[in-house]
């Protein structure tokens, strides 16, 4: 079992959508999560970050963390072809690397 | 406020040269991650490094690999000898304090390709 799961995608959705993004994890000891959205051929670039279980949001974007479940979501509203990306979920624990899902492709119809 | 910068963005080599990566951090951010991604594959940690120390290099192959932070200038993530399996997309990131739990900025990426 990979220690970060995440579905590989691609997932297509039309213009409006809510997206549900998920990870699953089996380190019990990590405690900060984080959402890393990648456009082709750029670099990784930071949309949220999460300490412990609970919610956080952040205009279209709501990130939810269940340590319970090792389970986390990013959820995007009203979705636009401008989110068309590759989704990166990511999570650490004190004293330990960042370990990185492979990423969902996510593509906003118009 | 510049980010984290990185080049060249693009470089060739063919086997068994030198590939030399480049790392300029944020402004105020005095540690530096390295990464390497390939192909439909996730961000895989490399080593990480703090002005003039490696702190953690166990992601980083033992052999050909190297990186390092100068007090002056950029951290270079060098490898030698490269073979084909080294081609991929190298990033580099950087945080402000110690301790892989605070937020990480990422560069645009050195995209390696090996002849």
């Known amino acids: 079992q990979k220690e970060v799961e995440q579905d590989p995608g691609p997932l297509s959705v039309p213009e409006g959508a809510i997206v549900s993004l998920n990870c699953t994890y089996s380190?019990?000891?990590?405690?900060?999560f984080m959402w890393y959205r990648q456009y082709s051929r750029k670099g990784p670039e930071l949309l949220m970050y999460t300490y412990s279980s609970g919610n956080k949001e952040d205009g279209r974007f709501t990130a939810q963390v269940d340590k319970s479940s090792k389970y986390i979501s990013l959820f995007i509203r009203d979705s636009q072809p401008s989110d068309s990306a590759t989704y990166l979920c990511a999570m650490s624990g004190e004293g330990q690397n960042f370990v990185f899902g492979p990423g969902t492709r996510l593509s906003v119809l118009p | 406020n510049a980010g984290v910068m990185q080049n060249p963005r693009h470089l060739v080599r063919r086997r068994g040269q030198e590939a030399r990566l480049r790392c300029s951090p944020m402004?105020?951010?005095?540690?530096v991650y390295w990464y390497r991604q390939l192909p439909e594959e996730g961000l895989k940690f490399m080593v990480y490094?703090?002005?003039?120390?490696?702190?953690?290099e166990s992601g980083m192959p033992k052999e050909r690999f190297s990186a390092e932070f100068p007090k002056e200038g950029p951290s270079i993530l060098r490898i030698q000898q490269v073979v084909r399996g080294d081609s991929a997309a190298y990033f580099c990131?950087?945080?402000?304090?110690?301790?892989?739990?605070?937020?990480?900025?990422f560069g645009p990426g050195t995209r390696l390709t090996v002849l």
């Open positions: 490094l703090q002005k003039e120390n490696i702190i953690d």
């Open positions: 402004k105020g951010h005095s540690h």
């Open positions: 990131a950087s945080s402000r304090t110690s301790g892989m739990s605070d937020t990480q900025y």
């Open positions: 380190n019990s000891a990590f405690q900060y």
